[in-house]
């Protein structure tokens, strides 16, 4: 099931991120700079996550 995410990001002048919080934590940040992101996402299941660092394991 896919869940979704919704950050507040602000960007320099290089185009790197400076800031990604949450909207509910943006309270004392000024945010006429910050960009509105909504993203969605399919997260892993415990037995993928404990797979993956088996498998990053072996590489070493």
């Not at 002048?13 to 700079?33: A, I």
């Not at 960009?35 to 070493?60: A, G, Q, V, W």
């Given at each position: 099931?896919?869940?979704?995410?919704?950050?507040?990001?602000?960007?320099?002048?290089?185009?790197?991120?400076?800031?990604?919080?949450?909207?509910?934590?943006?309270?004392?940040?000024?945010?006429?700079?910050?960009?509105?992101?909504?993203?969605?996402?399919?997260?892993?299941?415990?037995k993928?996550?404990?797979?993956?660092?088996?498998?990053?394991?072996?590489?070493?």
């Amino acid at each position: 099931m896919k869940k979704k995410l919704i950050l507040n990001l602000k960007f320099n002048n290089q185009g790197q991120v400076e800031c990604s919080k949450s909207p509910s934590l943006c309270k004392e940040c000024n945010s006429k700079g910050c960009e509105h992101m909504t993203l969605y996402y399919y997260p892993y299941s415990k037995k993928e996550i404990e797979e993956c660092f088996k498998n990053s394991d072996r590489r070493t």
